[in-house]
């Protein structure tokens, strides 16, 4: 066992560039790990620059120079985020304020439901059962105005953190679009000399995280979109609000678009009953996520994502339970990383 151990070892580990990539790797997950709340801004900020990179970029093609390209899309960038904050936030937040306050209402007409289903499907409820359920929906409804002033005080802190978010988040992007090529080769001065396979693993991964991104980006824009013009247009109440949960949804692959079903079936099924109108709502929403699944996703990650799906779940479940919505959010990347490092590790003994 021993020396099936060190010969490991010594396939594995006997090259300098392999440490060194170990030991990158594991600093920057121990960063993650116990870092990463702290760094969330710059994070944030790092992910936005992705974003835009590409148009500074093909700003500079059409013969721009730099900082020029750099201000043009800052400025770009800032528009959309006051419109953001000034029109899309308090339309949202009218939103929420209204469901909360609909809340009451939808609970005493399901416990109102729950207590027909006796009638109508005797062989597979009691009337015991329905008043069990309906006297646990009743005690939880009790304490559903005292839940909302809590949830609301105990947020306040977090009101603080956005507007650090939308103060320190747009000077950290300016700053990483005007001195990307500083800030690269500031790092790679960290570096050894000798960084073939750091550069391997690197190129790689620069390449499809920056696609990952944008594609994520666009398939939430598209999917938000295109979820709120068919909201709108059935008439489904808090269209706005449940367009974003469906675009935001596709952040979580697979387990996000079941999630997200849930609110809307709710609405809908409150708002119209089991009648023809709720149907033709859950198949409208039906052909959206299997159009984002089937047409948009292998469109936009055909080359960036080649993981298989239980890969992609347990990298899910992983990085968010390590890093919460940023572990989720770059689960993908992560996932491609490892196997970045695991598809080179092996030619180690051969350099």
């Known amino acids: 066992?021993?020396?099936?151990?060190?010969?490991?070892?010594?396939?594995?580990?006997?090259?300098?560039?392999?440490?060194?990539?170990?030991l990158i790797l594991a600093s920057g997950f121990l960063v993650i790990i116990f870092m990463g709340q702290m760094l969330a801004p710059a994070l944030a900020a790092l992910v936005l620059a992705y974003l835009m990179q590409g148009t500074v970029n093909w700003l500079q093609h059409r013969k721009l120079p730099h900082i020029l390209a750099v201000n043009v899309v800052f400025?770009?960038?800032?528009?959309?985020?006051f419109a953001a904050v000034f029109v899309l936030v308090p339309l949202v937040w009218q939103q929420v304020t209204g469901l909360l306050n609909e809340v009451p209402s939808m609970v005493r007409e399901g416990q109102k439901l729950l207590r027909e289903l006796p009638e109508l499907y005797p062989a597979f409820i009691s009337e015991d059962q329905a008043l069990m359920v309906a006297e646990t929906i009743s005690g939880h409804l009790a304490g559903f105005g005292q839940w909302a002033l809590s949830f609301s005080i105990s947020k306040l802190p977090g009101v603080v953190g956005i507007m650090i978010y939308l103060i320190l988040v747009p000077i950290l992007v300016f700053f990483y679009l005007?001195?990307?090529?500083?800030?690269?080769?500031?790092?790679?001065t960290r570096l050894p000399t000798q960084r073939r396979l750091i550069l391997q693993v690197a190129d790689e991964m620069n390449?499809?995280?920056?696609?990952?991104?944008r594609g994520k980006a666009i398939e939430i824009l598209i999917v938000g979109v295109v979820s709120f013009i068919a909201f709108a247009y059935l008439g489904l109440n808090y269209a706005v609000l449940l367009a974003i949960l469906v675009g935001l949804s596709v952040v979580v692959?697979?387990?996000g678009a079941t999630v997200v079903t849930i609110p809307v079936a709710i609405i809908g099924f409150f708002q119209w009953g089991g009648s023809q109108d709720f149907m033709v709502l859950m198949i409208v929403y039906g052909i959206i996520q299997a159009l984002d699944g089937n047409v948009l996703v292998p469109l936009l990650f055909s080359e960036a994502v080649n993981l298989h799906p239980v890969a992609i779940i347990i990298a899910v479940l992983v990085f968010g339970g390590v890093w919460g919505f940023w572990g989720v959010f770059f689960a993908i990347p992560l996932a491609t990383l490892l196997k970045?490092?695991?598809?080179?590790?092996?030619?180690v003994q051969d350099t």
């Open 207 to 213: 390449e499809q995280i920056a696609n990952y991104i």
């Open 1 to 22: 066992m021993k020396d099936f151990i060190r010969g490991w070892l010594h396939r594995y580990l006997s090259d300098h560039e392999a440490l060194v990539l170990l």
């Open 253 to 255: 692959p697979y387990i």
């Open 178 to 188: 005007k001195d990307k090529d500083e800030l690269l080769g500031w790092v790679g």
């Open 340 to 347: 970045a490092v695991m598809n080179a590790w092996p030619n």
């Open 75 to 81: 400025i770009i960038f800032m528009a959309l985020m």
